[in-house]
Structure formats: C-alpha cells, structure tokens
C-alpha cells in the first residue's frame, strides 16, 4: 500500500455484498489497497481499478487545533434504482485519515461582525429573529402575479421592499430583484457591523471581498428579455446577460464599496449560502483577505420560477391555509414552500476585528463539504453524503460531537428529504441528549440559495439570544422521528456550546457550518 504519512485508506471485503464494477461491467473491483496522497488541507483515495474512481476533500480547520487527529468515516452509496447517468455498486469504504494542525500563533480565526437580511417576516436582524421566536409566519397568498391557474399559489413573499437609501435609483429600475436583495442586505451588514461612510476609508479595500450566491441568478431578466425577443432584438435590454448572471451581484456590491480583495459568487442550487460563507472564511484563513462580506440572495416568485418547481411536483399545494403549508418533520407535509430574500453576514479576521473596536457576534469554527453522488434531486437513500459532510465538519474543526447542542436543518418539509437528513443527524449526534433541532423554512419557507445564509443569520441570533425559535406546524410528527430531538411548537430556551447549521441542494451537494460563542 502507498500511503503518505498522514493519511491511509482501507477496503474490508465484507462490506461488499457481491462482486460488482465501480461504473461498468468490465471494471472489478479487485480488494487491491487504495493509493492515498494528503497535504495539509486536502486528502484523496483512489482505489486499484482502471476507471480512476476517487475520493476527495477539502479541509477547513478550527483555529484553536494544535494537533493531528484520526477519524474513521464509513461512506455506504447503493446502486441506483432508475435509470439515470450513473451506475453506482453497493460499497462501503472506511477512511481513515489524518491532518496537520498549524499552532494557535499561525492560525487565523475568523469571526461574524455584521448581519444584514431580506426576508418575508423582517428586514433586519432583530425583527426577523424575533418574529421567528414568536412562530409568525411570512407564508401568505402570492400577489406578485396572476398563479389563479397554478396548483400551488402560496409563498414566502416578501410583501414591502425598498432599495431606498441603499441603491441607486437607476440601477433600482433596471437590476433583478434577487441582486436588489442582495446589496440591499449587504450593506446593512456592512452598518449593523459599524462600517459607515467614513469608518469604511480607514480598512484596506484590496484586503477585502465579496463572496455572495444565487441558486438561479436573475430568471426574472431571462424571462422578460424571451418576450422583448418574439418582438425584436433590438427590444431586448442590453444588459440582460450580465443582469442575469449570478456573479453580477456580487461584482455590483464590490464597486459600490470598493473592495479589491476575492469577489465572485458561487452555485450549488439550495447549498449556495452555505459555500459562499465558508470559501469566504476560507480566504481569510489563507490570507488572501481580512473580511469578506458572503452569504445568497434569490427571487423565484416569478411565473417561469414557481412553474418550474410545479413541475417537477415539489411544491406544497396547501392553498387553502399558506402558514400550515411548510411543516417539516410532520406526516401531513406535502411539499416544500417557495420563499425569496437574502442574507448576508461581514466576517473577519479575528485581529482585525478586535484592532478596529468590532462588536463579534460569534465565531466561525469550520464546515465541511461533500456530494451525495448519487442522483441529481433525490436525496441518497442512506444520506451517505449528509453524514459524510457532518462527520468531516467535526472532524477537520477539532469539534466534539457532544458539543454541538444545537442544528439549525436543512428540513424543508419534503416527504423523502426531512427523514433522510434527521436520521443523519441521529447517526452522527443520537447519543447526545441536549441536542435540539428546528427548522426556519417552517415559517419562512425554501430560500433555496439564500436559505443558508438566512438561516446562518438565525443561528447566530439563537446564540446570541439564548433562545431557539419553535418548528411551527409540527402537528402530528412523522412516525419515524423522535419528538424529543425537535424544538416544539413554542421558543426554548437554550444555552448553546456549538451550533451546526446545514444546506442540501439538487445535485447532491452538501453543506454544513459550525458556529459557538465568541470566547
């Protein structure tokens, strides 16, 4: 077995069912070792067959890590059922690897400064977390259109939004809602985290980035410019590419401000927020910045976007009561609930916060990715990838899973989606009584690509309040969770250690993030 001196990988042959190729029927699977190769942030196996399988990943690592630890990672993937593009064997491989850890004195902490959202229930931090601990629902009728014919009719619309004060009037006329939402709520982050006009002259601008998503990017310009093209070409807006794309956003935000240092965006469907937040505290470590302003943005609530999801049959059609209709973990849910709006969190490095008087809302001890493999919607039958991710996230943060009393989840009141991710969760924190789960899309609905960074905003207020806001419309759980993991239907009190907070989107990718109090 090649094996570098931090890493090593192993294959049991009991824990293949039959004998069987990794992608076709002339590639078997031949028991030989794995060849493994580790740097200090990245591992990679690839076992002896002619195809080049391989497994990888990227490490993010806690700032307090002093020392290599070994972790033992069983990753189960099943064939697939239907007929898609892959053809994946029953296998299970355990990994076994190691990581250097730099000292304290080398590492550079990264810490939450500032918050800014759009959301159906409140503009600003504190509105938006208290009207979540209350239960208040922003689940209501759609007005932005005529969806009299659509099965479903309901989202989590925001009703009243201005870019007064916030973005130019011309370009307020011209940009798609989701960049609108986007700057919106970055530059309140930039206020909230004591960064006005004139503190703004006294950072380095080439030492700052922006780093914020959209699942979609603008739908909206897409679809207005198809129908300005069945008149003529020469009706279209000449801007319609790049007001489209999902980049434009953050590049808008970066001029606007200044910011010389990392400024891109990122798209991984409904994991969007979750990757942009974590490469953004990934750069800081690095060294390539010292604060980056990072999270998603998204507008859907368009005719072609909430169309699109009735389509592919994963909507709610509760129209009858919209604040019943996103109820995850609960046996009546039927579907997700449609929402819109953005979060965007300023973080920074650690002395750079303290040397300019910051107030730090929390710090960001690391996450993890990985990707189901699997199939391109469903989740994998197993959650082989969600249990993946958490258990790299521990890992690579030098986090206890005792530590972690808090989840803030993905759940997003689908049939197959809730139970696959809770029965992750219990494979990875079941033995740890003070966890508690909850899930704000049950009041807000599906951000889709903005729904980790809102949802990384509501965790770092639960830390900061020491409440966590209630699953609202949990009526008749499902009969496979347990009732005493998941917050009820009222707020709780809760003094959180280390707070987790994950993202799943099409594709299969994973995310999660782990967030403690400031100490």
């Not at 029927?25 to 794995?34: T, V």
């Not at 999902?246 to 935000?253: H, K």
């Not at 592919?312 to 109820?327: F, G, H, Q, V, Y």
């Amino acid at each position: 077995m090649a094996v570098s001196a931090s890493a090593s990988a192993y294959v049991f042959k009991h824990d293949y069912q039959r004998p069987a190729s990794l992608f076709s029927s002339r590639s078997r699977l031949s028991y030989k070792p794995f060849s493994a190769s580790s740097n200090m942030n990245s591992f990679s196996i690839s076992p002896s067959t002619s195809n080049g399988f391989s497994l990888s990943s990227s490490c993010f690592l806690h700032a307090h890590a002093t020392a290599c630890s070994f972790r033992f990672t069983r990753v189960s993937v099943h064939r697939c059922r239907r007929r898609c593009l892959c053809s994946h064997p029953h296998r299970s491989v355990v990994v076994k690897y190691a990581m250097k850890a730099k000292t304290p004195s080398d590492r550079r902490r990264v810490v939450v400064t500032g918050m800014g959202v759009e959301t159906p229930i409140g503009q600003n931090p504190d509105e938006f977390y208290n009207n979540l601990l209350e239960g208040v629902s922003g689940v209501t009728e759609i007005e932005a259109f005529d969806c009299s014919d659509y099965p479903t009719r309901i989202a989590g619309e925001i009703k009243s939004f201005s870019t007064d004060e916030w973005v130019a009037p011309k370009l307020s006329k011209r940009l798609d809602k989701f960049m609108l939402y986007m700057l919106t709520a970055g530059k309140k982050a930039l206020v909230d985290g004591g960064l006005t006009e004139g503190r703004m002259e006294e950072i380095d601008k080439s030492r700052c980035g922006v780093l914020i998503g959209s699942g979609i990017g603008g739908m909206k310009v897409v679809s207005d410019s198809i129908e300005a093209l069945r008149v003529s070409p020469r009706k279209m807006n000449p801007f319609c590419v790049p007001f489209a794309s999902t980049n434009i956003g953050s590049s808008l935000l970066a001029i606007d401000l200044g910011w010389m240092g990392p400024t891109y965006s990122i798209s991984t469907a409904c994991a969007t927020s979750n990757f942009c937040i974590l490469n953004a505290a990934n750069h800081i470590i690095d060294g390539d910045a010292d604060m980056m302003l990072c999270g998603g943005s998204e507008a859907p609530i368009i005719p072609i976007g909430v169309g699109g999801f009735v389509a592919c049959k994963a909507l709610s059609e509760r129209n009858s009561d919209p604040t019943k209709a996103s109820r995850p973990w609960d046996s009546g849910r039927d579907g997700f609930v449609m929402g819109e709006g953005a979060g965007v969190l300023l973080v920074e490095e650690l002395q750079h916060a303290k040397k300019r008087g910051a107030n730090i809302y929390a710090e960001i001890l690391g996450g993890s990715f990985s990707s189901d493999a699997y199939h391109m919607t469903n989740p994998h039958p197993e959650g082989a990838g969600v249990i993946l991710c958490m258990e790299k996230a521990l890992s690579q943060s030098r986090v206890s899973r005792e530590d972690v009393n808090y989840i803030n989840a993905h759940a997003t009141s689908t049939p197959a989606g809730d139970i696959k991710e809770y029965l992750a969760i219990t494979h990875c924190f079941g033995q740890n009584q003070e966890l508690r789960v909850n899930s704000t899309k049950s009041m807000i609905g599906h951000l889709l690509g903005a729904a980790g960074a809102v949802e990384a905003v509501a965790t770092i207020q639960a830390i900061r309040t020491g409440w966590v806001h209630p699953n609202v419309n949990l009526d008749d759980p499902d009969k496979d969770v347990d009732i005493n993991l998941l917050v009820g239907k009222k707020k709780e009190r809760l003094d959180i250690k280390v707070a987790m907070s994950s993202s799943f989107g099409f594709g299969g990718h994973n995310s999660s993030i782990l967030f403690a109090p400031f100490s």
